[in-house]
């Protein structure tokens, strides 16, 4: 079983659509939790945090379930600049802070 | 604000030719840093990580090497590439003791 999982995609999906992106993670022991963007041949960028609570900032809604070991992000209001992968991110139990990336989920926003 | 810089941006290099990437981290003092290998259409695979000068953890069996020679200078190096070492090639630094990563521009390596 892979570390962290996600749906490859590509989600396509028009502008002002809300989409959602799941995430389920393997090592229970894990404590943080990201969302990374990453655009076509560029690094990857930190989108949000995700804490035990929910959090939200803008139009993105980031949630995980702890018992369930899965995450989630919902963007509202999808806008054409949305368009890229979206890459799930989690925090082992090791040290130096590694982090386990997801491969990534497309999505593609259109006219 | 801290800044890291990568380079070069791009490298062609034969099989057999041997390697030196660099990263340099700006605006912050004793960082983690990080070396990432994505291939084409994966993910990221840690390669190496070093929370001080001269210290590096090496994630998997490979033809790479990794050093620190000064508190915010990474250094990824090859004597002699392979096909299979060909990608995108990220440097990464986080705070000591904070998850959170930060990722330079990447240097995408191809090898022939």
């Known amino acids: 079983r892979k570390e962290v999982e996600q749906d490859p995609g590509p989600f396509n999906v028009p502008e002002g659509a809300t989409v959602a992106f799941n995430c389920t993670y393997s090592?229970?022991?894990?404590?943080?939790f990201f969302w990374y963007r990453q655009d076509c041949r560029k690094e990857p960028k930190l989108l949000m945090s995700?804490?035990?609570s929910g959090n939200e900032d803008g139009r993105f809604t980031a949630q995980l379930n702890r018992a369930s070991q899965y995450i989630s992000l919902l963007i509202r209001d999808s806008k054409l600049s949305d368009s890229a992968t979206y890459l799930c991110?989690?925090?082992?139990?090791?040290?130096?802070?590694?982090?386990?990336f997801g491969t990534g989920t497309q999505l593609k926003v259109e006219l | 604000s801290q800044t890291i810089h990568q380079w070069p941006a791009t490298l062609v290099q034969p099989v057999g030719s041997p390697l030196s990437l660099e990263c340099t981290v700006e605006?912050?003092?004793?960082?983690?840093l990080y070396w990432y290998r994505q291939a084409a259409g994966r993910g990221l695979q840690l390669l190496f990580y070093?929370?001080?000068?001269?210290?590096i953890s090496s994630e998997v069996p490979q033809n790479l090497s990794a050093s620190r020679p000064q508190d915010r200078q990474f250094i990824l190096s090859s004597k002699k590439l392979l096909l299979s070492d060909s990608g995108f090639y990220l440097c990464?630094?986080?705070?000591?003791?904070?998850?959170?990563?930060?990722f330079g521009p990447g240097t995408r390596l191809t090898v022939l």
């Open positions: 070093s929370v001080g000068i001269g210290q």
């Open positions: 995700v804490y035990s």
């Open positions: 991110v989690v925090n082992g139990a090791g040290g130096g802070n590694k982090l386990t």
């Open positions: 090592n229970s022991a894990s404590q943080s």
């Open positions: 990464a630094w986080s705070l000591a003791g904070v998850s959170e990563q930060f």
């Open positions: 605006g912050t003092s004793n960082p983690n």
